[in-house]
């Protein structure tokens, strides 16, 4: 009883949600500027190249890509140290008075496929026609991850033609194969570790202005990145003898793959309320409704219940609380009338933080019980160090940001369920986070990966907004950067 009755007025009140106004209104030319870069970036379809060298059509590609950043970013690729880095990765650092405490943006020029018919999975515009329209960019990497990465050049751009330069050395990396976990960024990171380069602070992709976000709130929620879980990939495999199908055993190779695949699903991984997840409750608190806000203010106290009342409200809060997989490739036989002598399923797990890879892979092996079964692991790396939230100077400067960006938002961090880039560089840096600062309702956060992919012109220039803030702001620029 005690469990339903929270959860119930949590529904009651999740039912009203609306979405609420994302800010201040950004420059007007200053938006419509970023949108029209934006467009002609999304037309050079970039797709994340397979692994290997690159193909003579790839290289053309970003090559081409390069050449239309530095057209369109002219000062910031005069006054910065270009290198490429991995197949595709661009390395740029912006020299300051002090090569102390530097910042690094990151930002990816990938981004995922579409179907050769796109138009029917459901996409109202050409995936990379950098349609403009209804106030919006439309196409493939508007938020992923490009859109992101225009902000921050058109920040700079317009910081070194108003005559600014850095206090700290100021580097940017802007990724080529992010989307297929990002060999670009290893190299660029083992550069910048052989250089002795320790990054102050880091800024990627990642948590966003979101609205439509949190049961009862009704202002736009700005959540940061503190840290990002995990990821794994595993093959469960099943082998029989086969033959025809006519004559099919009691138990196959694919029935007895299927057993176990429900029993993953059947036994999801406890629950763990971290300490991020914690701040990011009693953040928003203040700010949502009363029966809600009761349960929230004294998260801290109530990890045990919250645990079993977070997961019941919605895929997204519930993969915050608990290691995750998702199992999604399927192979068995090559023929309908053949039976299948291996099935294979390809489970994509993402580890909470504060758990490990060794962990969850105890766990899937306890649920599935079945030594026929066997699982083999793809690749693995655990969850991210947890960067200073707090009263930290650099948690303070990019809610600062946030604040002349966004007024009406509500800055708190989370764990990002994603993978990015910046797990790469969390060993050379002690301050990692994670957010892109672009207004998204759900829909828009729903889209990324999938059709109708874009951003609204005025979070671009909000945007803006929030990038000459941060870069501007005393965190990034005191006196004595090694007295921060």
Not at 139 to 165: C, F, H, N, P, Q
Not at 187 to 195: S, Y
Request: hydrophobic residues 45%.
């Amino acid at each position: 009883m005690r469990l339903r009755r929270p959860l119930r007025m949590l529904k009651r009140a999740s039912a009203a949600l609306t979405a609420a106004p994302t800010g201040q209104a950004p420059d007007v030319r200053q938006a419509q500027r970023a949108a029209e870069h934006l467009a002609r970036l999304v037309r050079i379809p970039t797709v994340t190249p397979p692994p290997g060298p690159l193909s003579k059509s790839d290289a053309a590609l970003f090559a081409a890509y390069r050449e239309e950043l530095e057209a369109l970013y002219p000062r910031v690729f005069a006054a910065a140290e270009v290198e490429t880095t991995g197949r595709a990765g661009l390395l740029l650092r912006v020299p300051g008075q002090f090569a102390e405490r530097p910042v690094l943006l990151m930002a990816h020029q990938d981004v995922v496929p579409v179907p050769v018919d796109w138009a029917a999975e459901g996409w109202e515009h050409p995936p990379f026609d950098g349609v403009i329209a209804g106030g919006r960019v439309h196409g493939r990497g508007t938020l992923d991850d490009k859109g992101a990465m225009v902000v921050a050049l058109e920040a700079l751009e317009s910081l070194l033609t108003d005559g600014w330069s850095p206090l700290r050395d100021l580097y940017l990396f802007f990724g080529g194969d992010e989307e297929s976990h990002g060999a670009a960024a290893v190299e660029a990171v083992r550069l910048l570790e052989e250089r002795g380069v320790e990054p102050w602070m880091v800024l990627d992709e990642g948590g966003a202005v979101a609205t439509q976000a949190f049961p009862t709130l009704r202002r736009p929620m700005a959540v940061i990145g503190a840290s990002e879980k995990g990821m794994m990939t595993l093959r469960l495999a099943v082998e029989s003898l086969g033959g025809h199908a006519s004559t099919p055993p009691r138990q196959s190779a694919p029935g007895i793959l299927a057993h176990a695949l429900v029993a993953i699903e059947d036994k999801p991984f406890p629950t763990a309320v971290h300490d991020v997840t914690i701040e990011m409750l009693e953040g928003v608190a203040p700010h949502v409704a009363r029966p809600m806000r009761a349960l929230l203010k004294r998260a801290g106290r109530r990890r045990s219940l919250l645990g079993r009342v977070v997961p019941r409200l919605g895929p997204e809060l519930a993969a915050m609380v608990r290691t995750t997989a998702a199992i999604t490739q399927l192979e068995g036989s090559p023929a309908q009338n053949v039976l299948a002598t291996r099935a294979t399923a390809v489970i994509n797990v993402r580890v909470a933080v504060g758990s490990t890879c060794d962990e969850a892979v105890a766990h899937l092996r306890a649920a599935i019980d079945d030594p026929r079964v066997d699982l083999e692991i793809l690749e693995a790396s655990e969850p991210s160090p947890v960067s200073p939230t707090g009263d930290d100077a650099r948690w303070r400067a990019l809610g600062a940001a946030v604040s002349a960006s966004y007024p009406d938002a509500v800055t708190v961090p989370y764990i990002m369920l994603a993978a990015s880039d910046a797990r790469h560089v969390a060993r050379i840096s002690p301050a990692v986070y994670r957010f892109s600062p672009l207004a998204m309702n759900k829909a828009q956060r729903e889209a990324i990966h999938g059709p109708n992919e874009s951003v609204e012109i005025s979070a671009l220039g909000a945007g803006v907004t929030f990038y000459r803030a941060l870069l501007t702001g005393d965190a990034l620029g005191p006196s004595d950067p090694a007295a921060s």
